[in-house]
């Protein structure tokens, strides 16, 4: 047999393998998570704040976790977009192509997307103590923007670089200028893979506990205003399964399914959109 064909073969089960690998961890996570968090989901835990001694086994919910997880992770993506959309429309619009300040700018997105999210909650909190700041709603929103901000800017930038220059050029050729160019003939194309990267982002904001251990705080009460610290979901996890009644790590895993849930969610909403939307792409 040929040389080719084996090394085809071979890597060609490999993928299967792989393939199999991350489906069966998925099917063993999503069983954990149901078997042990859905008999103890109830009512209560979505729509009750902590009563008082919640995460001893007394009564209550997890209302103000769901809640400051939306807004934290919502605020934070809006925050990370006012940010990302016009870094990435100069890279791919106004900078030269392959320009030495394009590369490190990718570059440093490359290694701002490496680091560890303890390290974001750390770096706020340095700032938080530099200014003497409390924990807070707006301090987790700052830190989870940094965290998602190149995510979502490569994401974008990959997206826009994809585009044809053939149709950019046209529009030029028409008499567009560069920003029109941008609005209504770039970000129009890629307005899929941008909404795409704004919900993974949003994702990513919503699970991550590390960045807002020491920013967000947390309160057993949902915040009213950006001062004010705020619960989240992965922290609501995270108490509950240190205690050492029973009853509260199940809640712990009911609380998960809970943001499993969300996350599936954002999934299938992402998914719906970016087909939606390619169906007027440009192919």
Same mark, same amino acid.
Request: glycine share 6%; hydrophobic share 55%.
């Given at each position: 047999m ?14 299967r ?7 069966l961890?998925?099917?063993l996570?999503l069983?954990t998570i149901?078997?042990k968090g859905?008999?103890?989901l109830n ?5 009750q704040?902590p009563?008082g ?11 103000n ?6 807004f934290?992770?919502?605020?934070a993506?809006?925050?990370?977009m ?8 100069y890279?791919?619009i106004y900078?030269?192509k ?7 700018i990718r570059f440093?997105f490359?290694?701002?997307?490496g ?14 103590? =530099?200014?003497?700041?409390r924990a807070?709603? @707006?301090? /987790? &929103? +700052?830190?989870?923007? !940094?965290?998602i $901000?190149?995510i ?24 567009a ?5 941008a =609005?209504?003939?770039v970000?129009?194309?890629? @307005?899929? /893979? &941008? +909404?795409?990267?704004? !919900?993974?982002? $949003?994702?990513?904001?919503?699970g991550d506990?590390?960045?807002?251990l ?21 922290l609501?996890i ?6 050492p009644?029973?009853?509260v ?11 499993t849930?969300?996350?599936l ?6 998914r ?12």
């Open positions: 040929d040389r080719r064909k084996i090394e085809e073969k071979i890597f060609l089960f490999l993928m393998i792989s393939a199999i690998l991350i489906v961890s998925l099917i996570i069983f149901i078997a859905l008999p103890s009512l209560a835990m979505i729509t704040t009563k001694g919640y995460y001893l086994g007394k009564e209550g919910g997890i209302l976790a769901i809640m400051g997880s939306l934290l992770a919502g605020g993506t809006i925050l990370s006012l940010i990302s959309l016009p870094v990435v429309i890279l791919n900078a030269k392959n320009s030495k300040l394009s590369e490190f440093s490359d290694v701002l997307w680091i560890p999210s303890i390290v974001y909650g750390a770096f706020g909190f340095t700032i938080m103590l =530099f200014f003497n700041l807070s709603l @707006l301090a /987790g &929103i +700052i830190v989870v923007a !940094l965290l $901000l190149p979502m800017s490569r994401t974008i930038d990959e997206v826009m670089r994809m585009v044809p220059a053939g149709l950019i050029e046209t529009s030029y050729a028409l008499g200028t560069k920003l029109e160019t =609005f209504k003939v970000i129009k194309q890629t @307005l899929p /893979g &941008i +909404i795409t990267a704004i !919900l993974i982002a $949003l994702g990513r904001g919503i506990a590390a960045s807002v020491f920013t967000a705080g947390f309160s057993d009460y949902i915040p009213n205003s950006l001062l004010k610290p705020a619960a989240t979901l992965p609501a995270f108490f509950q399964l240190l205690t009644i029973p009853e790590q199940e809640r712990a895993y009911a609380s998960a399914f809970i943001l849930a969300i996350i969610i954002i999934s299938i909403v992402s719906i959109i970016t087909n939606r939307f390619s169906k007027n792409l440009i192919k």
